[in-house]
């Protein structure tokens, strides 16, 4: 009897070849949608959209598709958090959130319940199991590599999972989808957060949390204007700032280069490679661990953010669980709030959240 695969199916074209890969590989497939938000909260959300999608695609293989509502959970334990750490002046990332705790979490426990033997998803990542435990792999494609999302999740919970594109580029997968016929061969991929969709993030999150005025101020103290609260900022950013050109300053960009939420005061410079910008040294809350710590100060990389280069790092671990890393080179726009995942060679080590 074959063993039972349920695939993670979003309604985009990653999912479905993966889906077509593992029934041509011999599994017993089928598939399983997440709704993660509540259709009626936004208008913006395609989550309707993408689960007609999902049809399309299991009617097409001939495989049981079937759903569940995550979204509880999702605005527990993804979204409130979200929140939160926007008030606390942070760049929050829910992408790594919600791989935690709804993907690689609830999902699993979900599919295992239905009988599955293994579960799998449209990520570009690669899973090896060995006897000491799975240990996660960056995609041959680096381009669309997803390990830095997927950092965070619990090690335990890869134990039963494939990613079957992770040998694969984003074009071979397209071409593979055209080639068996899959209805959403030239569906777009997908952007952003589904809760936010297509509307500017500012829109969106003046709905959900009060505005906290606060000055604007030059990297030299002078107060230039007025902003209506730090969630709608983050480091680096240079548009929609709202200062305008000011008298007697050069016609440049201004850049975001701090935010001090004791006072609520937006930090701007023309200055794009602004000191304020510029660190070697980036500390996390408790890390996060998909593999034994390491030991030595060997070098080690570093990853700040999807698709950023690897960056050559040593690490030290702290006694309170924490991790300071000490890069070859200064990174640009270190932002607490989102995560610091490490790699050894290819093998992601895990992640922490960036604290300062």
């Not at 039972?4 to 599994?27: F, N, P, T």
């Not at 050559?312 to 309170?320: K, N, Y």
């Amino acid at each position: 009897m074959p063993q039972r695969v349920i695939v993670g199916l979003s309604g985009g074209v990653d999912s479905a070849v993966a889906a077509w890969l593992l029934k041509e590989q011999g599994y017993s497939v089928s598939a399983l949608f997440m709704q993660n938000w509540a259709e009626d909260e936004s208008s913006y959300c395609t989550s309707a959209e993408d689960y007609q999608q999902a049809r399309a695609v299991a009617d097409e293989l001939g495989i049981t598709l079937h759903k569940v509502d995550f979204s509880a959970a999702y605005r527990e334990r993804v979204f409130a958090l979200f929140l939160r750490q926007l008030q606390e002046g942070k760049t929050p990332n829910p992408d790594v959130l919600c791989n935690r705790e709804i993907k690689f979490q609830p999902f699993v426990e979900h599919a295992l319940r239905l009988g599955a033997d293994w579960v799998a998803t449209g990520h570009y990542a690669r899973i090896e199991q060995h006897a000491d435990g799975p240990r996660l792999l960056c995609a041959v494609d680096a381009n669309k590599d997803q390990t830095y999302f997927l950092a965070g999740v619990a090690r335990d919970d890869f134990i039963h999972v494939q990613f079957p594109l992770g040998a694969l580029t984003k074009p071979e997968v397209r071409a593979l989808a055209g080639k068996v016929g899959l209805p959403n061969h030239q569906r777009k991929d997908s952007t952003g957060i589904c809760f936010i969709g297509e509307r500017p993030f500012g829109s969106f999150v003046a709905e959900h949390l009060p505005l906290a005025p606060g000055p604007i101020e030059s990297d030299t103290g002078e107060v230039l204007g007025q902003h209506q609260g730090l969630q709608f900022f983050t480091l680096g950013q240079r548009k929609g700032i709202g200062i305008g050109g000011r008298q007697g300053a050069a016609e440049t960009a201004w850049f975001v280069v701090d935010k001090q939420p004791s006072r609520r005061a937006l930090i701007i410079s023309q200055d794009g490679e602004h000191p304020l910008l510029l660190r070697r040294e980036v500390v996390t809350e408790n890390f996060h661990w998909l593999a034994p710590p390491p030991i030595s100060a060997r070098p080690l990389y570093g990853r700040l953010r999807h698709r950023q280069p690897l960056a050559a790092c040593t690490v030290q671990l702290r006694d309170d669980g924490s991790l300071k890393a000490l890069f070859e080179t200064p990174q640009r726009a270190v932002t607490p709030g989102q995560y610091l995942a490490i790699y050894d060679g290819e093998r992601c080590l895990g992640c922490g959240e960036i604290s300062t």
